[in-house]
């Protein structure tokens, strides 16, 4: 069968986006969230040898080596990407971020990076890809287990999950989005949406453990997440580079314009929710946990806010690419310095 | 609660001593947040503007306000500017610890004390000065809430009086330490009147201590080695820095805060040339510093002891997947929390072998304010051009100290970047793979994001020459290897040891950072006072030289001088030594905390050398 030849706006085809081919567990949930990266990343046009891919230790960490195969990519420590990713950004401002992390990697050992990356705004791609467990040491609890889940070796879970979508809000992560990796179609648009916004995106995706975690009693299951996820709004992502206009009833959908150019809108389902309210994306996540819930789509966005990089007040151009006489100032300088120590 | 190693005296008979020009020391007893420092450094400062070679030293406690802090401002007609033990001009201004203060001082030694205190009744073989500070301060102060600073420059009016510095020079040395504050000035200048003219008026001299101007002497700048170590970061084009908080580290950061603030913004533009990011812990600051040099900027952090021990795990990614990093460990006494502020060389081994796993790290040692500035601009052509970790081994006495230095001279060299993959090069290697090793020298060519050259993925997991995961054994161990054969490529190109053989001698030194100045004294005393000649080398770089050995040789007995308890550059050393080197060490160790003095080395080697 001969299929005709697929480009994308920079003229790459999709082929130009694949990574290595994955070690991951058949089925798991990563594996389908690798996939939704790629078509993004094809979608938007994104040349790949301008993305950097990061991320920490665990299954989830080992997907950067299955996207975007012609990226630099940087496997760094356990709980620590957020770190590399910031100097990595620093460095280089022209660079587009993705960070792929676990619930393990961020809500323990790396809940303090996580923390102070949401309050920088670093412009980076954070996905969280979230099964309650710790794959890669073989099926342990994680932090964003929740109270009352069964681990398959029979321990069950009483301490209090971390929300990490309540805690990027609350730090001021500027896009805040949980998904689940069995939903494709939200988390390919909550993705590209990511990718044309500048500041930190932090996206909680659902991804169930197939090995270890995907049992009955546990509520991070394929199942359990599929019958107890709400969708908050219907999510539609539309590029700037391309000219469509979506029609819709006065009311029930909202705008947003991201820093690119490129437009969401948000079509209302059930209940009032508008996702530039903090207080309101706040108490939803509340509520939506005391109903047992898992509220999916863009819980908060600020589009505007500077980020880290514009409060540093950089150059324009890469810190890593200016010439020697930008970084070395001239004689003049040294002898006044030295006149002052005199 | 002294930071004094002396015995206390019983005080017999007075002991005039003979005049004494230009070599002897001050010590200044104060509390800490009491505002001493601007007259300190104004004393410091003036001997310079008299060509007088001088140091000062701060003795501080961890503790923002209120507890004893001592400054010892040694002058030395030789320039010896390493602690001298004992104090021979002592200024009491600290009830809680003048009678200690008092009581330790040699015979001969003279007192300037806050007239309350009637240190005079404690000893008769001492000269002292009663000064009614609080009655001097009041008509010049009228700020009562300014006196308790304003006060410390009553004691240098009063110094500048008794030991004959010129008035206008003092004045000169106090505009340019207090530079654009002109109330400050007035403020200060009145009170260093106050001093002087009450010294004038009240106080004949009795001591034999006096300075002297030394004509033409060369000009000297006065600076911390903190300071020095950020002018050579920011001449070697350093862009992004993360740090964290910590003494006696911190202000090598503020330092360069400062400079890059004034030198590194564009004029046109009005925006930085760099990013510094106070980070939320060490682990980060590396982790950021990792990042940065791996899309490829010139990036650096700044820590002490408990930071190093933090960074482990990041400096082993570091070593392993060949990202460079420059790390200025400004070390204090440990382990743990220790003596945070007081000075040691305790960090060799641990940043040495840093992390786990086969690690050796490349490590620069500066004795010098000025190699602080030269070798921060060494630290990162290394590190690029070996990708991989370099730490920059200061100490607080260093670090936070002040020293004189001639002025440092501008970099007449571009910096060195390392191997960077370019189209001609990658035309030239043919297949290029990132942990190749093209040239046999054990250093692969390396590209970055953006630089439009191929890609690879960076892990600390294992490797294969073509940057893919391996758990293969053969690739592990001719990775390893590899990075073995890297290390012995760097061991030529660190800053080589100073050596000074003397023909005949038996007995060598060898040291290295701030110990350098304790022994290069106590080498004139041996000989002169003892007729014991000596060699000395001192070392500047880990890994080290082939000729230290060759050094060891050639003497009978090698006295290897540090700061710590458990001679670590020793313990280094054996590693690569032969049973016949390792049998001629002996060890000179110094660990209380305060800088290292010459008097203490030349007394250890003399017992050890049985002649005492
Ligand atoms: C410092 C350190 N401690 C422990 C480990 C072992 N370790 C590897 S992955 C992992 C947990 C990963 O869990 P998660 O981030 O949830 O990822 P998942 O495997 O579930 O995708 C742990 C504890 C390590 N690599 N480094
Ligand atoms: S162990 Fe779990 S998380 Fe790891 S690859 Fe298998 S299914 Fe995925």
Known sequence: MATPLKVNRIGLEPAAYKGGKTTLCAGCGHNAISERIVEAFYEMGVDPSRVVKLSGIGCSSKSPAYFLGS????????????????????????????????????????????VHLMRRNLPIIYVIEDNGCYGLTKGQFSPTADVGSRLKTGGVNELPPIDTCTLAIQLGA???ARSFSGDKKQLLSLLKAAIAHRGTVMLDVLSPCVTFNDHEGSTKSYAYVKEHDRVIEEVTFVPF??????????????????????????????EEYDPTDKGGALQNLLDS???????????Y?????????????????????????????????????????? | MSPTDLAVHDGQATSSRPRTVNDFSIQVATVNGSGSQTANLVLLRTLLLMGIPASGKNMFPSNIAGLPTWYTIRASRRGYIGRKKDVDFLVAMNPETAKEDVLTLEPGAAVVYDEPLKLNLLRSDLTFYPVPFDKLVAPVCPDAKLRRLVRNMIYDGILAKLLGIDRRLMEQALNKQLGKKAKAVALNAAALAAGWEYAEANLPKQDPFVFEAVPGAPQKILIDGNAAAAIGCMMAGVTVVAWYPITPSSSLCESLIGYMRKYRVDRATGKATFAIVQAEDEIASLGMVIGASWAGARAMTATSGPGISLMGEFTG???????????????????????PTRTAQGDLLVTAFLSHGDTRHLLLIPASVDECYTMAMQAFDLAERFQTPVFVMMDLDLGMNNWECAPFAYPETAVDRGKRLDADTLKAIGEWGRYKDVDGDGIPWRTVPG?????????????????QYSERPDDYVQNVDRLRRKFETARGAMPAPEVDVAAGAAVGFIAYGTSHWAVAESRDQLREQEGLTTSYLRVRSYPFSGRIAEFIDAHERVYVVEQNRDAQLAQLLRLELTAAQIGKLRSVLHYSGLPIDARSVTADVLAQEGRK
């Open chain 1, 71 to 114: 990226a630099h990519g940087f496997n760094a420590v356990h709980g620590r990407m957020p770190s590399v990713g910031t100097g990595a950004m620093l460095a280089n401002r022209s660079l587009l971020a993705i960070g792929v992390s676990g619930d393990g990697d961020t809500g323990a050992i790396g809940i303090g990076q996580f």
């Open chain 1, 301 to 342: 966005i600020e589009p505007d806010r500077p980020d880290f990089i514009e409060q540093l007040n950089m150059v324009d151009e890469p810190l890593a690419t200016l010439p020697l006489e930008r970084v070395r100032p001239g004689r003049e300088a040294l002898a006044e310095i030295m006149d002052a120590l005199l």
């Open chain 1, 174 to 176: 500027t896009f805040v």
């Open chain 2, 317 to 339: 990614l570091a070593y392993y997947a060949e990202v460079p990093a420059v790390i200025f460990d400004v070390q204090r006494v440990g382990p743990s929390t220790g003596l």
């Open chain 2, 451 to 467: 630089d439009g050259m191929p890609p690879f993925f960076t892990r600390g997991s294992g490797h294969n020459p073509r940057a």
């Open chain 1, 241 to 270: 580079f391309e000219d469509i206009t979506i029609e819709h009833e006065p009311g029930t959908t909202q705008e947003v314009t991201l820093h690119d150019g490129s437009k969401l809108f948000l079509r209302k389902l059930g």
């Open chain 1, 289 to 299: 946990e005391r109903r047992g819930e898992i509220s999916t789509g863009l819980l």
